[in-house]
């Protein structure tokens, strides 16, 4: 008898958790949005697209996205 009292016990521990994690998944995305650490991320001056600064381009002390926008914002 004590048995199936616990498996209920259980049963019911299980669902609460469940039922707890999919409300509480809608509210908070686990870090699916946030950046790669350690990777600073830079805004285009041209377009402003916001890259990895090991993957911009740097030009006269601005940051761009790729060689394109680059050569278009130069005067
Ligand atoms: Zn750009």
Same mark, same amino acid.
């Given at each position: =008898?004590? *048995?199936?009292?616990? #498996?209920?016990?259980?049963?019911?521990?299980?669902?609460?958790?469940?039922?707890?994690?999919?409300?509480?998944? &809608?509210?908070?995305?686990?870090?699916?949005?946030?950046?790669?650490?350690?990777?600073? =991320?830079?805004?285009?001056?041209?377009?402003? *697209?916001? *890259?990895?600064?090991? #993957? #911009?381009?740097?030009?006269?002390?601005?940051?761009?996205?790729?060689?394109?926008? #680059?050569?278009? &914002?130069?005067?």
């Amino acid at each position: =008898m004590i *048995i199936r009292l616990i #498996a209920l016990l259980l049963v019911v521990i299980v669902v609460m958790w469940l039922l707890k994690r999919l409300f509480a998944g &809608d509210k908070q995305p686990d870090q699916i949005s946030q950046q790669p650490q350690g990777e600073n =991320m830079v805004q285009c001056q041209y377009c402003g *697209i916001h *890259i990895p600064e090991s #993957a #911009a381009v740097k030009r006269g002390g601005k940051t761009y996205c790729c060689e394109e926008h #680059a050569d278009l &914002d130069q005067p």
